[in-house]
């Protein structure tokens, strides 16, 4: 079956440019995560999604980062303004139950973001 | 905070030597411990992960982990390493009724023919 998938793979966008990250999660997940990876790191939590309820957005780093999964599903990234700081891989993640703690998160071959 | 440090960057093994990979966590309760694979080019991967079952846990793979309460750790081992295993590894906490994970810096694990 088809995994979780990310759109672009890789983007460049000049300082100052909005960007658009897409995910589309395992049909039926209802957790959806974004995780920042800046190189070198592991990657960082952003923000939960419970259905369509962010429900935690404790990571975004400023408010120049935005995200929405507006019916449930697919979830954008969104960050405006970008600054080479941003320069990372985001990483989409879901998983089928509403509780994750133990359970396992499916992740996306993530979005690789450079900012020039 | 929870926290987790991977000891070593960058591991080298012998193909067919033992692979140790470190984790260490720091918890005020005990977590929820994962062990994720990254190969080029693709998702993070759960090897495996510990919830409390057992201490000893099996993965995919060949690979295997146990939880060290007294020493907060959770390294993982495999037996003999193949040219296969070269990705990078993350070690990965989750607070009991939490819903994200907290990684590890990452371990390079190289394996010489």
């Known amino acids: 079956g088809a995994g979780v998938s990310q759109s672009p793979r890789y983007k460049v966008a000049k300082r100052g440019q909005d960007v658009a990250l897409r995910c589309d999660p395992i049909?039926?997940?209802?957790?959806l995560f974004w995780y920042q990876q800046a190189l070198g790191q592991g990657p960082e939590f952003l923000t939960y999604?419970?259905?369509?309820?962010?429900?935690?957005k404790s990571g975004l780093p400023s408010d120049r980062f935005f995200a929405e999964r507006p019916e449930g599903s697919v979830s954008t990234l969104k960050i405006q303004r970008t600054q080479q700081e941003d320069s990372a891989v985001y990483l989409c993640a879901s998983s089928p139950v509403l509780i994750v703690a133990y359970n396992e998160q499916f992740f996306g071959p993530g979005t690789r973001l450079t900012v020039l | 905070a929870q926290s987790v440090t991977q000891l070593g960057s960058h591991v080298s093994v012998s193909e067919g030597a033992l692979v140790l990979l470190r984790c260490n966590y720091s918890?005020?309760?005990?977590?929820?411990l994962f062990w994720y694979v990254q190969y080029p080019n693709q998702g993070l991967q759960l090897l495996l992960k510990?919830?409390?079952?057992?201490?000893l846990v099996k993965g995919i793979n060949g690979f295997e982990a146990e939880f060290k309460k007294s020493e907060t750790s959770f390294h993982l081992t495999k037996p003999s390493a193949h040219m296969s295993d070269a990705a990078e590894y993350f070690c990965?906490?989750?607070?009991?009724?939490?819903?994200?994970?907290?990684f590890g810096a990452g371990t390079i694990l190289r394996v010489k023919s």
């Open positions: 990965a906490v989750s607070p009991e009724y939490g819903n994200k994970l907290v």
């Open positions: 049909s039926g997940h209802v957790s």
């Open positions: 510990y919830t409390s079952a057992a201490t």
């Open positions: 918890s005020s309760v005990p977590p929820y």
């Open positions: 999604f419970q259905n369509e309820a962010q429900l935690d």
